[in-house]
T-cell receptor, first 114, second 108 residues
Framework: ETGVTQSPTHLIKTRGQQVTLRCSSQ?????VSWYQQALGQGPQFIFQ???????GRGNFPPRFSGLQFPNYSSELNVNALELDDSALYLC?????????????FGPGTRLTVL | GIQVEQSPPDLILQEGANSTLRCNFS?????LQWFHQNPWGQLINLFY???GTKQNGRLSATTVATERYSLLYISSSQTTDSGVYFC??????????FGKGTRLSVIA
């Protein structure tokens, strides 16, 4: 059974650029959630995708957007990057959209915005 | 939304010692997970425990949902246990809400 994978591992961008992060969910999981973890903090929920539709969103601006594909993999896109977007971005998959489902996390993508 | 408080924020242990980490939450929950974040940032699932008690080797966890707290016990700690431990409950259809974590350092 393949776990959650994310790419790239690290990324450096400059302010104003756009970035796309990718996530492949664990086998058999149809729900993907994205979290942002700033240095020294716990992860914060960005949004969740279930069957290719956004199914919940945290307190993040519209320049954070996402997609889920028919194979349940997902992308997180961030436009007009700001310095404060520097963080570890974590993707989690679960076997259903209900919050009672156990979530499994990928290794993360560390984004640095200069 | 649900509020999560973890204690202590930092903990230093001698190898072989035992410890208890606490997680208080403000609402009834239908999911609660404990994670260990290693130095590379990977969140490793320790327990899925919305209620009751579970054990896995040297680790065990108890959630008392009616009193809105969960405990993670680490026995005979090892240097590889170092890292940050997060508690993350959710209620209703809300996503997991993470506490600020407990940073554990185990010294040989």
């Amino acid at each position: 059974e393949t776990g959650v994978t994310q790419s790239p591992t690290h990324l450096i961008k400059t302010r104003g650029q756009q970035v796309t992060l990718r996530c492949s969910s664990q086998s058999g999981h149809n729900t993907v959630s994205w979290y942002q973890q700033a240095l020294g903090q716990g992860p914060q929920f960005i949004f969740q995708y279930y069957r290719e539709e956004e199914n919940g969103r945290g307190n993040f601006p519209p320049r954070f957007s996402g997609l889920q594909f028919p194979n349940y993999s997902s992308e997180l896109n961030v436009n007009a990057l700001e310095l404060d977007d520097s963080a570890l971005y974590l993707c989690a998959s679960s076997p259903g959209w209900g919050s009672y489902n156990e979530q499994f996390f990928g290794p993360g993508t560390r984004l640095t915005v200069l | 939304g649900i509020q999560v408080e973890q204690s202590p924020p930092d903990l230093i242990l001698q190898e072989g010692a035992n410890s208890t980490l606490r997680c208080n939450f403000s609402d009834s929950v239908n999911n609660l997970q404990w994670f260990h974040q290693n130095p590379w940032g990977q969140l490793i699932n320790l327990f899925y425990i919305p209620s009751g008690t579970k054990q896995n080797g040297r680790l065990s966890a108890t959630t008392v949902a009616t009193e809105r707290y969960s405990l993670l016990y680490i026995s005979s700690s090892q240097t590889t246990d170092s890292g940050v431990y997060f508690c993350a409950p959710s209620s209703g259809n809300t996503p997991l809400v993470f506490g600020k974590g407990t940073r554990l350092s185990v010294i040989a």
